[in-house]
């Protein structure tokens, strides 16, 4: 049982484009959700967060919004660049902060194309 | 500030043996989670050590099972390796009530 979908296993963007990464859940106790990129051969990196208690968060070019009725959130890249490149993975957690146990999705490949 | 490392990189295993991997959790964090990411999948959440105490497990069976130290530092030990347990094992550290930050992970192999 996934309790944390991403349907699209990969997207291509031109540069100076926006990305547009989707994430769907069905658990209604989770609280707060995260963002993680993933470069081959490397840990994944937290990226943005936000909890429940709010619809958006912005942290330069990356903005998520979250849609907790359709239980729906998106991460906005804007303007993406080729280093963004990269594997993108939604993460949820019942606590607040996101320390405690994360459910992951399966993760979206971004290719930024020159 | 040194982030989260493990050890080793790759490690080779055949299948009945048993194996550690290391973790060095993130100056100042407290908290240590364990994940498993087999290839095409999101990262499993296995277990949380926070204080050396276990603070939350998957569903993985026992013979996954940890430790964390007064350092803070933590090992992960599977028994009895499964062909299935082939995977890349993630290190997560985070002070808790806040974003984990994960290490490079070790490659296992089980053949």
């Known amino acids: 049982d996934q309790q944390v979908k991403q349907n699209s296993p990969s997207l291509s963007v031109q540069e100076g484009r926006i990305s547009i990464l989707n994430c769907d859940y069905t658990n209604s106790m989770f609280d707060y959700f995260l963002w993680y990129k993933k470069y081959p051969a490397e840990g994944p990196t937290f990226l943005i967060s936000i909890s429940s208690i709010k619809d958006k968060n912005e942290d330069g070019r990356f903005t998520v919004f979250l849609n907790k009725s359709a239980k729906h959130l998106s991460l906005h890249i804007v303007p993406s660049q080729p280093g963004d490149s990269a594997v993108y993975f939604c993460a949820a957690s019942e606590d607040q902060g996101g320390s405690e146990k994360l459910v992951f999705g399966k993760g979206t490949k971004l290719t930024v194309n020159p | 500030e040194t982030g989260v490392t493990q050890s080793p990189t790759h490690l080779i295993k055949t299948r009945g043996q048993q194996v550690t991997l290391r973790c060095s959790s993130q100056?100042?964090?407290?908290?240590v989670s364990w994940y498993q990411q087999a290839l095409g999948q999101g990262p499993q959440f296995i277990f949380q050590?926070?204080?050396?105490?276990?603070?939350g497990r998957g569903n993985f069976p026992p013979r996954f099972s940890g430790l964390q130290f007064p350092n803070y530092s933590s090992e992960l030990n599977v028994n009895a390796l499964e062909l299935d347990d082939s995977a890349l094992y993630l290190c997560?550290?985070?002070?808790?009530?806040?974003?984990?930050?994960f290490g490079p992970g070790t490659r296992l192999t089980v053949t």
């Open positions: 050590y926070y204080r050396e105490e276990e603070n």
């Open positions: 100056s100042g964090h407290n908290t």
């Open positions: 997560a550290s985070s002070i808790m009530g806040n974003e984990q930050y």
